[in-house]
């Protein structure tokens, strides 16, 4: 049973923390620096409830990133069992695009010190990633260059474009991240300039400023 679906008391906390992070994504996806009660604001629930809940800004904000984290590894699984390798690249990529999981991981790079149980989680996504590259990379349609660290950078691109309309920003994204699959493709093309990221060499965002 969904938590939004049990009985009760425990029912009415599991829809409240619902609307908590919704609210939570959109105040700080506008300005990461808002006040926590800018969220209790828009979720329409008084400041003690939600501190009851979250009883820090950071522990909302970590929260968040590990909901999109969660969300990645979701998606990358699914990739696996696609039977084409470029086919579930190009597959998983549009999925995390549409669910708009880095929009908040980029915007909020440095604002919350990173649980233990995300670096698991984040060592379980950049496993999937690889696999996701290599089975890409051994179909014969992704260029041999490519790296599983571009696929954060292609993904942090997509988040980048964010217009007023909804549907607009995702039409716009979608747009972009068919140009950037096709210059993944493998041809006859140049090779990519300069050496490519350094796992973990993009981690250092992570560390609170």
């Known amino acids: 049973m ?18 908590i992070l919704d609210a939570a994504r959109h105040v700080f996806l ?12 828009r979720a329409g629930v008084g400041i003690s409830a939600l501190y009851r ?8 904000l970590c929260r968040l990133c590990h909901d999109g984290l969660r969300r990645y590894i ?3 699984e699914t990739a696996a069992e696609e039977p084409d390798g470029w ?28 649980t233990p149980e995300m670096g698991i989680d984040a060592q379980r996504a950049n496993e999937l990633s690889a696999k996701i590259v290599e089975r890409a990379r051994e179909s014969g349609r992704l260029r041999a260059d490519a790296v599983p660290e571009d696929i954060g950078m292609i993904l942090e691109c997509c988040s980048s474009i964010r217009v ?14 068919a140009m950037l699959l096709a210059g993944l493709a493998a041809g006859d093309g140049p090779d990519l300039p300069g050496p490519p990221p350094r796992p973990g060499e993009m981690n250092g965002r992570w560390r609170p400023s």
């Open 87 to 114: 086919t579930a690249f190009e597959r998983f990529l549009g999925r995390v695009v549409d669910a708009d999981v880095h929009s908040l991981t980029v915007h909020l790079a440095g604002t919350f010190t990173p």
């Open 53 to 60: 809940r979250y009883p820090s800004k950071e522990l909302l």
């Open 164 to 177: 007023d309309d909804p549907e607009r920003t995702r039409q716009l994204r979608r747009r972009y991240l």
């Open 74 to 76: 979701a998606e990358a």
């Open 2 to 19: 969904p938590e939004t679906a049990l009985p009760g008391r425990r029912g009415q906390a599991a829809r409240n923390n619902v609307v």
């Open 30 to 41: 506008n300005d990461p620096k808002a006040p926590i009660s800018q969220v209790a604001e």
